[in-house]
């Protein structure tokens, strides 16, 4: 990955550090959006999209951040209660969402930093009837990756439909739309794909889409129906947000350099590399910090460090910033104690290494 010289020193989980280059593409101007021009421009953004979701289906276009997707989402399941998997702040959103668009929606939650057991997923889908399984790929607010195949292939035996929220995931974590037969899968802009706030992605398969076509209660904004038949004709239902489609442009051309299998192995390498820095870190500063999640469940995108007793998160991370890097405190109940990196987007093992020598020398005193 190619960056600027002053590039690596924003390390939030969300936004990311966005690229000189994917920047100034937003300089460019209006176009009308009924015209040749613009579906020229739709239709060359889905093969980086295609690519990147590893799909054949059309991928859908949204201006609006992640959590209008996952709103979408919940629109488009048919009648019928929802089984949520919640284990940190995101899922726990997801089922949100669900509750409040009116749906029932049963949670199997497990420990923040956990994720769930298939065995027990299965007893929940055999012990009680649900059309729909919710699933964070990779928990944003604790570093824990999901095997959303496993649990998609255990919601499929039992002939339940699976919806993924992959805002942190996709770009950085393998994922295969088609070849795992998901059935719907979204994201968002600003996380591993590294672009400003504003857009969200979603692939859905022909048969998600069938079943909500025979849905009530859709909406307009997030209705993925509508969705699918202006993909069609490389249009939207609703004026794009040009400037992010332009940035977007750019950031797929990036990406079809380096290759998205490419850009799943860096993101591996940097989980790796937080982790043996953690481990080689605690022998050299006798800090007792360690990764709150189990080495087999880390997120290559994101990583959530629990700090030696006494020290105080958000403290920690202002003085990190005062060495002019950026990390993220911890999410919501583990705020005081923990603090996040986002390892994700553009970064490189450079980069990221002078994140984590910055947050050497401030836990050295
Ligand atoms: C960031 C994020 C979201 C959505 O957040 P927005 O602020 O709406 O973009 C949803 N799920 C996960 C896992 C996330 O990391």
């Not at 959103?93 to 029932?104: L, P, T």
Request: negative net charge; hydrophobic residues 40%.
């Amino acid at each position: 990955m190619q960056t600027d010289p002053d590039f690596g020193t924003f390390f939030l989980p969300g936004p990311t550090e966005v690229r000189q280059e994917v920047l100034r593409a937003m300089l460019k101007p209006m176009i009308p959006h009924r015209s040749a021009e613009f579906e020229e421009l739709f239709a060359r953004i889905q093969v980086g999209l295609k690519d990147l979701f590893k799909t054949e289906r059309p991928v859908f276009l949204a201006a609006c951040s992640g959590t209008g997707m996952m709103e979408a989402a919940v629109r488009a399941i048919p009648p019928g209660p929802i089984l949520s998997l919640v284990n940190g702040a995101f899922s726990e959103r997801f089922a949100h969402i669900a509750e409040m668009c009116g749906r029932e929606v049963t949670r199997y939650a497990v420990p923040w930093g956990e994720v769930h057991s298939l065995d027990r997923l299965e007893r929940y889908l055999t012990d009680a009837k649900f059309v729909a399984v919710l699933a964070t790929h990779s928990e944003t607010s604790t570093g824990a990756l999901s095997p959303v195949r496993q649990i998609s292939d255990k919601a499929h035996s039992k002939g339940v439909l699976c919806l993924i929220d992959s805002v942190s995931g996709l770009a950085g974590a393998e994922l295969r739309f088609d070849e795992w037969k998901l059935d719907f899968v979204l994201t968002g802009s600003q996380k591993a794909i590294a672009l400003p706030p504003g857009l969200a992605f979603a692939a859905a398969s022909e048969k998600m889409v069938a079943l909500a076509a025979d849905s009530p209660n859709r909406g307009v904004y997030f209705d993925i129906v509508e969705m699918d038949r202006f993909a069609k004709t490389n249009q939207v239902p609703a004026t794009p947000s040009f400037s992010l489609l332009y940035a977007l442009e750019v950031q797929l051309e990036a990406m079809q350099r380096e290759t998205v299998e490419g850009r799943w192995a860096r993101h591996t390498t940097m989980a790796e590399q937080i982790s043996s820095w953690i481990d080689a870190s605690r022998s050299r500063t006798g800090a007792d910090w360690k990764n709150i999640v189990a080495s087999e469940f880390r997120s290559p995108t994101v990583s959530t460090i629990q700090l030696p007793e006494g020290i105080v998160g958000p403290e920690f991370v202002q003085k990190v910033r005062k060495l002019g890097i950026t990390v993220g405190t911890g999410y919501g109940k583990l705020g005081g104690t923990t603090f996040r990196v986002g390892h994700m987007g553009d970064h490189t093992v450079s980069t990221l290494q002078r994140c984590l020598d910055a947050c050497e020398e401030v836990i050295r005193g």
